[in-house]
């Protein structure tokens, strides 16, 4: 079952802590909000036909990182390849993204998350090669096998999840309640509206 949780499972949020200097709490909050801002981003990428066929490739290259039901060594995870995927997806609005994370209570500020979120995006890209895959570890293409449409059906289903289920949506409403009429929310609000 796909679910915020499943995909928050395979984030080594201890390592994470150590790299950036922060305590497991802060980091924990961090890549919660972080998570479904990105996966955000790479949704409204992937409603434009050119969004789509680059996530495509970006995932063909990807696939090898998340195995098994274990979780990334941070130390494989590519921080350069990742800080091209997060300008990728975010464009002109990446520093904007950035100081509304940032200033979301309890992630560590700006400094952090333009940090982290090059640590998350290939282990997100990760995922969702492997999802589209059959899990099968980078053995088949999600090209081949399932084309552009598939990576936005499973975006948006990871988006559209209750909290109950603990889906991303649910994960959004979250982060959308605690940072009410915070700059999180503008920022979430524009990448998700009108584009699903």
Do not use: C, W
Not at 138 to 157: F, H, N, R, V
Not at 170 to 179: D, Q, Y
């Amino acid at each position: 079952m796909t679910s915020f949780d499943d995909l928050l499972s395979q984030v080594p949020i201890a390592q994470i802590a150590e790299k950036l200097g922060v305590d497991q709490s802060t980091a924990t909050n961090a890549v919660k909000a972080a998570l479904p801002t990105l996966l955000g981003g790479l949704q409204a990428n992937a409603t434009q036909p050119e969004g789509a066929a680059s996530l495509v490739g970006a995932l063909d290259n990807h696939g090898n990182l998340v195995e098994g039901e274990g979780q990334v060594d941070i130390d494989e995870v590519d921080v350069a390849d990742g800080s091209k995927i997060v300008d990728n997806v975010f464009g002109a609005e990446k520093n904007t993204v950035i100081s509304a994370l940032g200033a979301t209570e309890g992630t560590g500020g700006n400094d952090l998350v333009s940090k982290l979120l090059p640590m998350l995006a290939p282990i997100v890209l990760a995922y969702l090669a492997k999802q589209l895959t059959g899990g099968g570890g980078g053995t088949g293409t999600p090209q081949t096998q399932t084309g552009g449409g598939a990576i936005g059906d499973l975006l948006g289903g990871l988006l559209g999840g209750s909290s109950n289920s603990g889906g991303i949506g649910g994960a959004i409403g979250e982060a959308l309640a605690k940072n009410a009429g915070g700059p999180l929310r503008d920022v979430l609000g524009s990448l998700f509206g009108g584009k699903r």
